[in-house]
């Protein structure tokens, strides 16, 4: 007659790891199998094959299969701006990059819903999501960063005319998506105070938010609207982030700061923030993101900076 113990004995050894117990009784075996770590398709996957292997022994009529799954702490952070053009996005990206090389799983969400612009950043501009369902898989960038973003749902240079609950609706169905082992959530915001912003803070609720600015003092005056947007929703501020903070002459090498200098770091003192650090201004950052190469990937002069600012939001993260 068959047992518990012989089911479990005669499993595949690629089977038997997941495994935690087996009962079987008037010909029905249950097994109990962890899928902690396992996407939805391959957790899938394991309960098919879970099946296939035990209803082939003798005597099993029936088999039925309960996943369990460690769930993971997922925290949201919003990267945002008061005001446009201020380097939003490539911060987003490069700090994604720098957090994914030292070990966290890391994922991005685009929310600037009318001008994406992440899938050139992180070089998946040709990678379209799939879906399982109505639930979106995330697009997996050469950078270990999973990522998804209207630029990658939308034609390429088509304008998108939405109202505000057609954004919201896009906005959730990416914070929804399928992310798997993605422990940290980067959200590139769109600049201002508005409909996509409102919906983040309410319905996803932040852990944190990182604001960033340049030098200059009406960029300042828009980053403290940004900040006073988040303190309003009661969403921690991580600190501020300089950027565009000083030019080197890559001719004679002579230093300048076209946009001021310390700015950020005053306003942030000022509001009883922390500073995250500054970021140059220089033309090989804008080089490396407009051919897909963020300077975080490697360990070049310019990829440091952001590696600072990606090792405070670390900190932060290790001890909230």
């Not at 005319?161 to 959730?172: F, I, K, Q």
């Not at 319905?203 to 403290?224: C, E, R, Y």
Request: one cysteine or more; glycine letters at 12%.
């Amino acid at each position: 007659m068959t047992t518990a113990a012989e089911i479990e004995q005669r499993l595949p050894a690629k089977l038997a790891t997941f495994v935690r117990s087996v009962r079987f009784a008037d010909g029905v075996a249950t097994l109990v199998a962890d899928a902690s770590g396992l996407g939805r398709a391959a957790a899938t996957e394991l309960e098919r094959e879970l099946k296939a292997a035990v209803s082939s022994i003798e005597g099993v009529a029936d088999v039925r299969v309960a996943l369990m799954a460690d769930k993971v702490q997922r925290r949201i952070i919003a990267v945002g701006s008061g005001k446009g053009g201020v380097g939003k996005s490539t911060l987003t990206a490069n700090l994604a990059v720098a957090l994914a090389r030292s070990g966290r799983k890391v994922g991005v969400v685009d929310a600037d819903i009318y001008g994406p612009s992440q899938p050139m950043l992180l070089d998946a501009s040709n990678s379209k999501p799939t879906a399982e369902g109505q639930t979106l898989i995330p697009v997996e960038s050469e950078f270990g960063v999973k990522l998804l973003s209207m630029g990658q749902l939308v034609e390429p240079g088509k304008a998108i005319a939405w109202r505000g609950p057609m954004t919201g609706s896009a906005l959730g169905q990416m914070m929804d998506a399928q992310w798997g082992d993605v422990e940290v959530l980067l959200v590139d915001l769109p600049p201002g105070t508005g409909d996509v912003q409102l919906t983040m803070l309410q319905k996803f609720k932040p852990a944190g938010a990182i604001v960033v600015s340049t030098p200059q003092d009406l960029a300042l005056i828009d980053a403290t609207r940004a900040l006073d947007l988040f303190r309003q929703a009661n969403v921690p501020v991580i600190g501020l982030v300089e950027n565009m903070a000083g030019y080197l002459c890559p001719h004679c090498g002579k230093g300048s700061d076209p946009f001021g200098s310390g700015g950020a770091e005053a306003a942030a003192r000022a509001l009883g923030e922390d500073f995250l650090g500054r970021i140059p201004l220089a033309m090989g950052i804008r080089v490396a993101s407009d051919t897909g190469q963020p300077p975080a990937a490697n360990d070049g002069e310019l990829g440091e900076p952001f590696a600072r600012v990606a090792d405070r939001l670390g900190d932060w993260l290790d001890r909230a």
